[in-house]
């Protein structure tokens, strides 16, 4: 197929390059050879050596073992960005096991629906979410509970796993650190197309879904983002990781990518600006990759010409289009440079990009990765390719594209067909290659980076006895780039305030979910068979706003 694009390269980004056929944790042990005394993390002033991350990796690999992990079995990580999490990560790769990827924020129900459907067994946790565990345990396949205290670590001494007054499963991770130091982890055969990661995503029915990505699917993904960051120096950038590392983004282009750069990682566990700005003018990070709510958010910060942030070189920007304005504003304000981009969970996750000191088109998500073709097909029979300027779906294919959904053979059939992948997303590309989305995937919410699911928060809403219909839509958002609004009809007889809606959401979803705008309505608009149409309603509400707007 013709590439119309490669003319137009990033300049000095081959078209194709090699990829090492090996399994991801080897990241982290080649660099721990090659820079044992350079600092891999700093963590709330702690500072920490790719020689002593690489060995806690070694140790807990040995004693997750020792408690029973073996090739295959999926461990579930549910913790925020935090020294514990890196380790977790590779000691899992370690054994052969598939790291489960947890958002910390989920409640019960959700925690529920994912850890069941991915079969974990184990999970690595913060102590504050135990609580939460135990909800759910008899519900799941949950045998072993392994608690943290992020905030420390590694504690100095720790008691033996299962010490009198511990309950039978839970253990200790400083206490199987220090079980690990007895012997070596078991060596295990890995091939690199064997799955790494169950990541979960939303789908066509609004419910999770899990992305069976390979090492070869993550180690090609951190390849291509290395060699599109020309300038790049192993062993020598900073980057600051504030994007959460259970998100497949952070994951990518912020953990994995920053050691195999061998980067000092500058850790923080949440986005808030204050501390963002501290560790920006303390720490001096050259890479900041993050999503437009971060940007806009130290942008708009009252004091941010208090701080010196002009360390900051390259940032890459995605989950959401980029405002023109903060764009050159952000860049004004540190003299680097931001790069949009695209991905989805499915492509590990990154497809696309500006270039970083080629030709940038503010507004696209620019160009693919090396070995990532593209293209735009006819949203009928999806086999047409369309001709630059035409709206349809954009398909995707190279070697960060998943293996498909874990246990759904149906949706795994839609969404990869004859080695295409089909993001579901509305695009075009423009005569230079460059690639713009139009819409995104019918319903998806984007609130701050997070994907919402419209369905997922009107199950919640039905769980209200007082709602008789409820639909969900995302509106704009000035700082969050969309917010969730519920459109609701109560019962003949209810009454309900909006606060009351919103507080039953906030008892089953995770926080960044729950709808923060509820209207009330006599009735919702629907379909010759009943069926409610979102559509209808985003027109309504496209039309306030720029009624809004015009007033």
């Avoid at 068979?529 to 015009?550: A, C, D, P, T």
Wanted: net charge neutral.
């Amino acid at each position: 197929m013709e590439r119309p694009w490669l003319k137009f390269y990033e300049p000095g980004v081959p078209h194709h390059i090699h990829y090492p056929r090996i399994p991801l944790y080897r990241f982290l042990d080649n660099t721990a050879k090659d820079f044992p005394d350079l600092y891999a993390v700093i963590f709330q002033g702690k500072r920490i050596k790719y020689g002593e991350l690489a060995g806690w990796a070694q140790n807990l690999a040995s004693g997750l073992h020792q408690i029973g992990v073996r090739k295959g079995h999926r461990v579930a990580i549910m913790l925020p960005n935090c020294p514990q999490y890196i380790v977790a990560y590779y000691a899992v790769l370690k054994l052969g096991g598939v790291v489960v990827n947890v958002n910390p924020m989920y409640v019960e129900r959700e925690l529920e629906l994912q850890l069941k459907d991915a079969g974990a067994q184990t999970i690595l946790a913060a102590r504050d979410f135990l609580p939460r565990l135990e909800a759910v345990k008899d519900k799941i396949p949950l045998k072993i509970i392994i608690l943290t205290d992020p905030e420390e670590p590694v504690r100095k001494e720790g008691a033996r796993p299962n010490r009198p007054g511990s309950k039978p499963g839970v253990y200790e991770y400083a206490d199987l650190l220090e079980k690990g130091t007895a012997q070596s982890p078991p060596s295990v055969f890995i091939d690199p197309d064997e799955v790494a990661l169950l990541q979960y995503t939303g789908g066509t029915t609004g419910f999770s879904k899990g992305a069976m990505l390979t090492h070869f699917n993550l180690v090609s993904n951190v390849v291509q983002c290395v060699s599109w960051n020309v300038g790049a120096q192993r062993g020598k950038e900073r980057m600051l990781a504030v994007l959460p590392f259970f998100h497949v983004y952070g994951m990518t282009v912020t953990m994995n990518e920053a050691i195999y750069l061998a980067a000092t990682i500058i850790l923080l566990p949440r986005f808030q600006v204050d501390d963002c700005l501290e560790a920006i003018n303390t720490y001096r990070p050259t890479r900041f990759p993050g999503v437009p709510t971060m940007y806009i958010g130290i942008i708009n910060h009252p004091r941010v010409k208090e701080y010196n942030i002009s360390s900051i070189q390259v940032c890459s920007s995605g989950s959401a289009p980029m405002p023109i304005e903060a764009l050159r504003r952000f860049e004004e304000l540190t003299g680097g440079k931001i790069s949009e981009g695209y991905g989805l969970t499915e492509a590990s996750p990154v497809t696309h990009a500006n270039p970083f000191s080629g030709k940038r088109k503010v507004g696209s998500i620019g160009l693919p990765r090396p070995d990532t073709d593209a293209r735009i097909v006819d949203l009928e029979t999806g086999q047409r390719d369309l001709p630059p300027g035409e709206e349809g779906e954009l398909c995707i294919r190279g070697p960060q594209v998943m293996r498909g959904y874990w246990n759904r053979p149906d949706e795994t059939a839609r969404a990869l067909r004859n080695g295409w992948l089909y993001t579901g997303d509305i695009a075009k590309m423009d005569e230079e290659g460059y690639f713009y989305i139009v819409d995104r995937k019918k319903d998806m919410i984007i609130c701050g980076g997070f994907n919402v699911y419209p369905r997922e928060v009107e199950e919640a809403l039905y769980l209200n006895p007082k709602i008789l219909e409820a639909a969900v839509l995302g509106v704009p958002d000035p700082y969050r780039g969309e917010t969730v609004k519920a459109f609701v009809v109560l019962k003949p007889g209810e009454k309900a305030t909006a606060e009351e809606i919103i507080d039953s959401c906030r008892q089953n979803l995770a926080r960044f979910k729950v709808p923060t705008l509820v209207e009330f309505r006599q009735e919702l608009p629907k379909s010759h068979v009943g069926k409610i149409l979102r559509k209808v309603l985003r027109e309504e509400e496209e039309g306030n706003q720029s009624f809004r707007r015009s007033s």
